[in-house]
């Protein structure tokens, strides 16, 4: 199923295309450039917003849940995709412990898990589930809506206490889908040996939004020299107040400045370009995932009018967590429907390749609001035109059969950034290796450790 976009602002976006298809080889070649100096995530999904005269990626999880939703036709994609990750991080790996979310009761979220062990199995790994959740004391047999059963096991350190596994069964690889948002647990500390994936400061413990989309912003930078565009085009502005408490309302001056700061420079850009639409930004918390902690402002004084269900659904996160550092993030329309329901794109990627993504889909949102939010639906997306164009002339008002290439370029960005946020937030990089593992498990390579440096996100 393809999307819908508003034919009115196919115009801007069409001539985007054209320039980026024209810089296809230059731009492919800039990405491998860029690949021999940083390591990819193991996996990743960037959601995006298409607003017709503006692309760009509104978050990016490196714990990705959703490959449920992926189409099955992906499935050749994805299994050569980990096969290249495997083989890079551990090529003899035999075992795989993964280590899924808390919540095993998630229907949704379980068939995710479905997918990926369907994945590693393809490539001749051996996989098991291990839980973090304190109630989990023993084996745990759960049936999928397919017939297929999942069983989920209680963790344990192994050996001399350096590494992770179950009970008779050793893995040398760990894989996280957990995003660590309550904090991290001491039993995956100080392993040895074991490659672990992601590493741990990948998670929203220690993770923050600004400090990814300021490696985006850095990104894109190079990425617009190549192509010749504004940079904007593909970046949403951003700021951080990490001194709020929405309910004490203590901080919501600063938050209101912010905010009118952010508009004011998208309100400047909208005013280059004759932009009409209504320009609006999103507050949401620095840290953590699920679409909770968000809210959609148009103007700054709207900040200092929240009623007590606003405030109180600001305040509190994922597992609980208090809400004291926000991002303000410009807002982008998503002008692409599905089935006349506003639609937004996630693309999915391992190690460096997209293997596919699929539409969000929410029939109660409107254009400027989050749609990640429960009534959301997911529609798979078409990749089966990846390959560059040939043909540039693409007629007025019709959707481009090749915009999943364009999708693709902008996710790829924002996972060259988050590569880069891991670089900067590595606790110690002269010790860290592919894998995140605390000693080297194998001697390393100079393109092995991390050369990145510990800048900051403007306040």
Request: charge should be negative; glycine fraction near 6%.
């Amino acid at each position: 199923m393809t999307s819908q976009l508003d034919p009115s602002l196919t115009g801007p976006l069409l001539e985007i295309e054209k320039k980026i298809f024209a810089a296809a080889p230059d731009i492919e070649r800039w990405f491998r450039e860029e690949w021999h100096e940083h390591t990819p995530p193991f996996y990743c999904s960037v959601d995006l917003r298409n607003a017709g005269f503006k692309l760009a990626p509104v978050d990016t999880n490196l714990f990705p849940g959703g490959f449920n939703n992926l189409a099955p036709e992906t499935m050749p994609l994805a299994v050569q995709a980990t096969t290249a990750a495997i083989e890079k991080y551990c090529a003899d790996a035999k075992n795989l412990l993964l280590i899924p979310e808390r919540h095993t009761r998630n229907t949704f979220y379980l068939q995710n898990l479905g997918r990926l062990i369907e994945i590693f199995r393809q490539i001749g790994l051996n996989v098991r589930l291990g839980s973090l959740s304190e109630d989990v004391r023993e084996p745990m047999s759960i049936e999928l809506p397919n017939g297929t059963r999942l069983t989920v096991e209680p963790l344990e350190r192994t050996g001399t206490g350096h590494r992770i596994g179950l009970k008779n069964f050793d893995p040398c690889m760990v894989l996280l889908n957990n995003d660590l948002s309550s904090g991290i647990p001491s039993i995956l500390e100080n392993l040895h040996e074991q490659t672990l994936l992601p590493p741990l400061h990948a998670g929203w413990a220690v993770r923050r939004k600004t400090n990814h989309f300021a490696a985006y912003d850095e990104v894109v930078k190079k990425f617009a020299e190549v192509v010749d565009l504004d940079p904007w085009l593909f970046n949403p502005y951003f700021a951080r107040c990490d001194e709020i408490n929405f309910q004490t309302r203590a901080g919501e001056d600063a938050l209101a400045v912010r905010v009118d700061t952010v508009l004011g420079k998208i309100r400047t850009k909208y005013n280059e370009y004759g932009i009409k639409e209504r320009l609006f930004v999103i507050v949401k918390a620095n840290a953590g995932t699920y679409g909770m902690g968000i809210m959609t402002v148009h103007d700054a004084s709207e900040i200092k009018h929240l009623n007590r269900k606003q405030r109180n659904k600001m305040a509190v996160v994922k597992e609980g967590l208090q809400v004291s550092d926000v991002i303000i993030q410009e807002g982008v329309h998503t002008f692409e429907r599905v089935n006349d329901a506003v639609a937004e794109p996630v693309i999915y990627m391992i190690d460096r390749y997209v293997i596919g993504g699929f539409y969000r889909v929410h029939e109660a949102r409107g254009i400027d609001e989050n749609l990640n939010s429960p009534g959301a639906h997911y529609v798979p997306m078409a990749f089966t035109q990846q390959d560059m164009p040939s043909d540039l002339l693409v007629e007025t008002g019709a959707p481009s059969r090749h915009r999943s290439y364009l999708y693709g370029i902008v996710a790829r960005m924002a996972l060259l950034a988050a590569s880069m946020e891991l670089e900067q937030e590595a606790p110690n990089p002269e010790e860290w290796c592919l894998g995140g593992t605390a000693k080297f498990a194998f001697p390393p390579t100079p393109s092995d450790l991390y050369n990145g440096h510990n800048d900051r996100a403007a306040q």
